[in-house]
């Protein structure tokens, strides 16, 4: 394959990246500072700036205390600047949340199902939030399934979907970038950029779901996403004779939530036994909903009949719902900052 060659417009994207990054992480800087961190010359830094600012992207933070000379101009970015969209699209429900350049929810809401219709009705519906909220840049779509660059390749019951580019449909449409994500892939994003005590993370996250069971899986802070972009459909893993952990589990006849009969919880022990063995991650998460604290300790402790206990990962539980829209919420934000066109 032929390396593409970074053009001009490359090279300013990535400035203007930069700037967004360094202001939004750091508060204010001044074009000395912004500089210095950026390795840019100073004459190329102020144009810059000034660009920004004579589009409202940018306002005056102040001036720095004298140091003898003429006092330096600090920039701080304005978070209203852009606004992003985070949606997932579940089973029963699709929410959605409209967000600032510092992640701020602007607006929050909910509607029934919308994988029940098609792309023309969700199209539809994002639609309606674009008019209440023009300035919105990016647009992040979560799914239960798996995804290929923005390609949904599988989702079992929503043929409306199955093997659709989701994400070149709603760029088509709108002309925002869009990222589409799997559902337990977000999740653990999300639950990675708040609670995670580790660095570079090994992360599993298990949901029994609305749809079927599944995971999102995080090594060494990455996602993985296996080479036909398949991993994390756990509910594929055989565990008994004749019974994937679909089957085992049974969810037609499940427990009431927080609660595990004898072959639920086999069955879920025998997956953190899986996952220790193969990836040995630090933490297994999930969702709250589905478990207590006491569960949880049943869970450990028939885990430990299949693996040495010394090895087995922590087990917690977190609010998914809200992992999930902050995974998404994550995604967009990088969409916005890196200035993504389509």
């Not at 967004?20 to 100073?42: D, N, P």
């Not at 589009?55 to 600090?74: F, I, K, N």
């Not at 992640?103 to 929050?108: H, S, T």
């Not at 004749?242 to 609660?259: E, W, Y």
Request: aromatic letters at 8%; a negative charge.
């Amino acid at each position: 394959m032929k390396e593409r060659i970074a053009t001009p417009k490359d090279r300013s994207r990535l400035i203007y990246s930069g700037i967004r990054a360094a202001l939004l992480t750091h508060g204010s800087m001044t074009k000395v500072e912004l500089s210095a961190m950026l390795g840019i010359s100073f004459p190329t830094i102020s144009k810059f700036l000034s660009d920004m600012e004579s589009e409202g992207e940018l306002v005056a933070a102040g001036l720095d205390e004298s140091s003898g000379g003429r006092r330096a101009q600090r920039y701080a970015y304005n978070p209203e600047h852009m606004l992003g969209l985070a949606l997932f699209l579940e089973k029963n429900e699709t929410h959605y949340a409209v967000f600032n350049c510092l992640g701020e929810a602007k607006e929050r809401g909910s509607t029934t199902s919308l994988l029940e219709g098609n792309a023309e009705t969700l199209s539809a519906y994002i639609a309606q939030i674009l008019e209440r909220h023009p300035r919105i840049r990016a647009i992040a779509v979560g799914v239960p399934g798996a995804v290929n660059n923005g390609k949904i390749i599988f989702i079992p019951c929503y043929e409306a979907f199955h093997d659709f580019d989701l994400k070149g449909y709603l760029e088509e449409r709108f002309r925002i970038p869009v990222v589409v994500e799997n559902d337990m892939n977000a999740a653990v994003l999300g639950f990675n950029e708040k609670k995670s005590e580790h660095v570079n993370p090994s992360i599993v996250y298990l949901y029994f779901g609305q749809n079927g069971p599944g995971a999102g899986i995080l090594v060494n802070g990455d996602i993985v996403r296996g080479s036909t972009f398949f991993a994390g459909e756990v509910s594929f893993l055989p565990q008994y004779e004749d019974r994937n952990f679909t089957q085992a589990l049974d969810r037609a006849h499940a427990s009431p939530p927080g609660r595990m009969n004898e072959r639920e919880l086999d069955a879920v022990s025998r997956m953190v036994a899986s996952c220790t063995a193969i990836l040995n991650p630090h933490t297994i998460v999930f969702c709250r909903d589905e478990v207590s604290e006491t569960l949880l300790d049943r869970i450990a402790e028939r885990s430990a009949a299949y693996v040495p206990p010394a090895h087995l990962p922590d087990l917690t539980a977190s609010d998914w719902r809200q992992d999930y829209l902050d995974g998404l919420r994550s995604l967009g934000l990088h969409r916005m900052i890196s200035g993504a066109s389509v």
